[in-house]
């Protein structure tokens, strides 16, 4: 694989990003929802990451705040996505280093939780397990299998719950 430098969003990254998003998927949506959540509180520039080859953003993988509450009350976890990569470059292995950098840096920054809504075959390969497995559901009209989680601290799910994604996810499902 030729050298891919995965970082942190910058300002002047915006428009590379919408590129992506918009050759990696059919329509608007989801390059629509990246920047209603860059415009949100839920957004985290440290975790809004690029993955870069030779100075050209060729992936984007978005981590969130949202919410996860149960009967103990509400916590913030993160919510990974949408994630993407040019077609011209993918099944190189960008996507796995978008998400193996996204994970290492949600830790380093002391989240407690990761959840994914969608693609479950492709997110169960980094270890994340179907949410029903601590009975966690989400306000998304998702089929229960679709919402995957990986907990970064021992126990952060154990509590099950619901997650509460943004108004704007709801636009992509
Ligand atoms: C999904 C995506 C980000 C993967 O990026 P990538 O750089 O190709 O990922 P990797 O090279 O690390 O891994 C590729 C592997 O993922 C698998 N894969 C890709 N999409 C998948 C999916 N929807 N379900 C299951 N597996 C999937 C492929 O089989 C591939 O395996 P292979 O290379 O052995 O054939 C990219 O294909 C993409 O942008 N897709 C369109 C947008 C999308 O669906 N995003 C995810 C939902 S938000």
């Known amino acids: ?70 009967e103990n009350g509400s916590q913030e976890i993160l919510a990974l996505g949408p994630m993407s990569v040019v077609p011209s470059q993918s099944h190189r292995g960008i996507g796995s280093a978008l ?17 994914v809504a969608g693609q479950p075959e492709y997110y169960q390969r980094f270890d994340f397990k179907p949410a029903s497995d601590w009975g966690i559901v989400s306000n998304l009209p998702l089929p229960e299998d679709a919402l995957t989680a990986m907990e970064l601290k021992p126990g952060a799910l154990s509590g099950g719950g619901r997650v509460i994604y943004p108004a704007p996810f709801a636009e992509i499902f």
């Open 99 to 115: 998400i193996q950098a996204a994970i290492g840096r949600a830790r380093d920054m002391r989240y407690s939780a990761i959840v």
């Open 1 to 70: 694989m030729q050298d891919v430098i995965v970082r942190a969003e910058t300002p002047g990254d915006v428009k590379a990003i919408d590129v992506v998003n918009l050759s990696a998927f059919e329509g608007e949506a989801e390059a629509r929802l990246v920047d209603a959540v860059r415009n949100s509180p839920d957004f985290i520039r440290d975790l809004s990451l690029v993955a870069e080859i030779n100075g050209r953003i060729v992936g984007h993988l978005l981590l969130s705040k949202v919410i996860l509450e149960n």
